[in-house]
């Protein structure tokens, strides 16, 4: 099935290390994986997804998305494929961090990423950005260009904490731009069922949040840290592994409504695709 | 530790669409869907079907369009004329007028020149009957001073037999009878 404009699923958090980009490259992953046409946006100048997807080459290449949004370059130009032919990327590089001070002058700078992928939103099916862990303008441009936010959560206090930031922030967005976000998905990540700090996040998340928070965690383990190292998605190098069957089961919370098409036989995609 | 978590909950969480209200006239997807196959049902129908048939109204009012636009140019077409044919008549009439005045003018003209023409003739008849008076009054005059001056002699002596009627023919009485019968009918 294809829609009418790519559905732009955003991994956000403003504090580090909580899983956004290994789980976001998993996620869209798995979702051109499943036969969906996925655009990665690689935010964060440190270019950790686009190292992910093993394309660090791409990080010296003369245009980018700086390029793309100040001076106005086609962003189809900036594109480039990567070991699954349904899965794109837009990568990222150092001079991302110098796209502040230029961004800050130009008309509507809130709104350019969302301009920028309405060029090619009618190419895919989902775009999903992975943005930085800081509060800055292309962070806000992130938001505002995003149609759900995805949330991943470290299960202990700190992280708590943080989600309450990152929750009024979102909700002075909202007022400040008097539009309404759309869905938020809140999920835990790096979760261990035995200890207790985890469960008591999770209770005080699902109380606290019960509209955005998701059934699914996915679970502490080595494999997708060991799969980011080799360059490859953990469905390539660890098909059968739990943490694979828990992005999977975000795949399909995130998008229960939109996946009854979806594919059956996931597990032979994954093995050939 | 729990209690920790329930004192760090954010105090304002975005609504998000979840809470964006319900528009009234929002539709549903099977109202879209309805309308979607609805136009696949048209689309259907009028396949090979002429344009007559399947866009009569719309033909029809573009006729009757076209038909009313051009009554209407016509029409004003007309009417203009009918204008412009009753100023062009008004226009002559005023012509006629102005042309009949001037013909009076002219007439009156004429008859004005004609009379200072027989009023020229009788000054100068009368100037020439004046000058005509004046030389008589004058000859008369210089006649009775010679007839002062003349020695007290018997009148019937000095003058000869044949003459004595000539001064009676030269009394003022005939002389002014002379001048009259030339001045003419005048």
């Known amino acids: 099935m294809t829609t009418a404009s790519a559905k732009k699923q955003l991994f956000l958090n403003y504090k580090g290390g909580t899983g956004k980009t290994s789980i976001s490259s998993a996620y869209g992953y798995c979702l051109a994986v499943m036969g969906k046409r996925v655009?990665?946006?690689d935010l964060d100048a440190q270019a950790h997804l686009t190292t992910c997807l093993d394309q660090e080459g791409a990080r010296r290449q003369d245009k980018s998305l700086y390029s793309v949004m100040v001076k106005g370059d086609n962003v189809a130009d900036i594109i480039i494929p990567t070991s699954l032919p349904l899965l794109k990327l837009i990568p990222s590089s150092l001079s991302l961090s110098a796209l502040e001070v230029p961004l800050f002058k130009m008309h509507l700078r809130e709104f350019r990423l969302r301009q920028v992928l309405k060029d090619v939103e009618k190419d895919y099916d989902f775009i999903i950005i992975d943005s930085a862990p800081s509060i800055n303008l292309l962070g806000l441009n992130a938001i505002l260009a995003s149609d759900e936010i995805l949330i991943p959560l470290l299960a202990d206090f700190l992280s708590f904490h943080g989600l309450k930031i990152l929750m009024e922030t979102l909700a002075s967005i909202e007022t400040d731009f008097r539009f309404y976000l759309g869905k938020i998905h809140i999920f835990l990540n790096r979760f261990n069922p035995q200890y207790p700090i985890c469960g008591e996040c999770k209770e005080a998340v699902h109380k606290f949040y019960p509209e955005y928070a998701l059934q699914t965690v996915i679970n502490e383990s080595h494999e997708i840290?060991?799969?980011?190292?080799?360059?490859?998605?953990?469905?390539?190098?660890?098909?059968?592994?739990?943490?694979?069957?828990?992005?999977?089961?975000?795949?399909?919370?995130?998008?229960?409504?939109?996946?009854?098409?979806?594919?059956?036989?996931f597990g032979e995609l994954v093995k050939n695709p | 530790m729990k209690k920790k978590f329930e004192s760090n909950v954010a105090t304002e969480i975005p609504k998000t669409k979840l809470h964006e209200p319900?528009?009234?006239w929002k539709l549903t997807e099977e109202e879209v869907g309805q309308i979607g196959s609805k136009d696949d049902d048209f689309r259907a129908a009028i396949a090979g079907s002429s344009p007559l048939k399947t866009r009569a109204p719309f033909?029809?009012?573009?006729?009757?369009?076209?038909?009313?636009?051009?009554?209407?140019?016509?029409?004003?077409a007309v009417m203009e004329n009918e204008k412009m044919r009753t100023s062009v008549a008004k226009k002559n009439s005023e012509l006629s007028l102005v042309q009949m005045n001037l013909m009076k003018a002219v007439a009156e003209k004429e008859a004005v020149n004609k009379n200072s023409a027989q009023l020229e003739k009788k000054v100068s008849d009368l100037t020439a009957q004046k000058q005509l008076f004046a030389s008589v009054i004058e000859s008369l005059t210089k006649k009775g001073e010679d007839i002062d001056a003349a020695p007290a002699t018997p009148i019937l002596a000095m003058t000869p037999a044949g003459n004595t009627a000539a001064p009676a023919a030269q009394t003022p009485e005939t002389n002014a009878a002379?001048?009259?019968?030339?001045?003419?009918p005048n």
């Open chain 1, 39 to 41: 655009l990665m946006v």
């Open chain 2, 59 to 76: 033909l029809i009012l573009l006729v009757m369009t076209i038909f009313g636009i051009t009554t209407y140019l016509i029409s004003s």
């Open chain 2, 178 to 184: 002379a001048p009259a019968s030339q001045t003419g």
């Open chain 2, 22 to 24: 319900e528009l009234p």
């Open chain 1, 225 to 265: 840290i060991d799969a980011s190292s080799m360059g490859q998605s953990v469905f390539e190098a660890y098909p059968d592994s739990a943490v694979a069957a828990d992005i999977k089961n975000l795949v399909y919370e995130v998008n229960s409504k939109n996946f009854d098409d979806m594919v059956k036989n």
